[in-house]
C-alpha cells in the first residue's frame, strides 16, 4: 500500500507565504512525477505545479513566480512553498505522485487526502 499525506494548510492574509509538504509512504521503490493540484469551491480540481524525477519543473500561469515547487527524494516528500499569497489561491490543495511500487500492484497514480488554504483579512 502506499499513502500521500500532505500537511502545512491554513489561513493566511493576503500577501503571506504558506508552505505545503507531502510525504510518501509504503511499499515504493521510485516516485516519477509529483505535482501539486487545487479544487476551488464550485471549481474544477486544476495542476498547480509538477516536478519531474529529475527536479524539472512547470507551473501554472496564475502562480507563476510565487510558487515554489521542489522535492526530496530520499525521504519521499514534494513541497510547495507558496508566496505572495492572493485570495484566488484560496482552495484545497492536493498532492499527486506516479509511484513505481515494490510490486506491480503497488504502482500506480495516488492523490493525497487534501489540505485546505484559505487566504483572507
Known amino acids: 500500500q502506499v499513502q500521500l499525506v500532505e500537511s502545512g494548510g491554513g489561513l493566511v492574509q493576503p500577501g503571506g507565504s504558506l508552505r505545503l509538504s507531502c510525504a510518501a509512504s509504503?511499499?515504493?521503490?521510485?516516485?516519477?512525477?509529483m505535482a501539486w493540484c487545487r479544487q476551488a469551491l464550485g471549481k474544477q480540481r486544476e495542476l498547480v505545479a509538477i516536478?519531474?524525477?529529475?527536479?524539472?519543473?512547470a507551473y501554472a500561469d496564475s502562480v507563476k513566480g510565487r510558487f515554489t515547487i521542489s522535492r526530496d527524494n530520499a525521504k519521499n516528500t514534494v513541497l510547495l512553498q507558496m508566496n505572495s499569497l492572493k485570495p484566488e489561491d484560496t482552495a484545497a490543495y492536493y498532492c499527486?505522485?506516479?509511484?513505481?511500487?515494490?510490486?506491480?500492484?503497488?504502482?500506480?497514480?495516488?492523490w493525497g487526502q487534501g489540505t485546505q488554504v484559505t487566504v483572507s483579512s
Open positions: 499527486h505522485a506516479d509511484i513505481v511500487g515494490v510490486r506491480t500492484t503497488t504502482s500506480g497514480k495516488y
Open positions: 509504503g511499499e515504493i521503490f521510485d516516485i516519477n512525477v
Open positions: 516536478i519531474s524525477g529529475g527536479g524539472t519543473t
